[in-house]
């Protein structure tokens, strides 16, 4: 694909055609992880699952000195019974 570099206020922006976005499995309002590399920009999706955080990489930033307790939240209710 063969596009422009424009000017999006006081940035500049970068227009992508559907087939690019659904091949490389980011849709619109997805966060993008962006880097350069000797010269390359590469774009490519954040570690998400349809839409969702990946509680993999969530459970990563949990700082290793986090001491968990149980929470007592009440007699079950509904369907949780």
């Given at each position: 694909m063969?596009?422009?570099?424009?000017k999006w206020g006081n940035s500049q922006g970068i227009r992508l055609?559907?087939?690019?976005?659904v091949e490389s499995g980011i849709?619109?309002?997805?966060?993008?992880?962006?880097?350069v590399s000797n010269?390359?920009?590469k774009i490519k999706?954040?570690?998400?699952?349809?839409?969702?955080?990946?509680i993999n990489e969530l459970v990563k930033r949990i700082p290793k000195k986090t001491k968990f307790n149980e929470v007592d939240w009440?007699?079950?209710q509904g369907n949780e019974i």
């Open positions: 063969v596009t422009k570099i424009k055609n559907k087939s690019i976005l849709s619109i309002d997805d966060d993008i992880d962006i880097a010269g390359v920009i999706p954040l570690n998400r699952i349809r839409g969702k955080y990946n009440g007699e079950s």
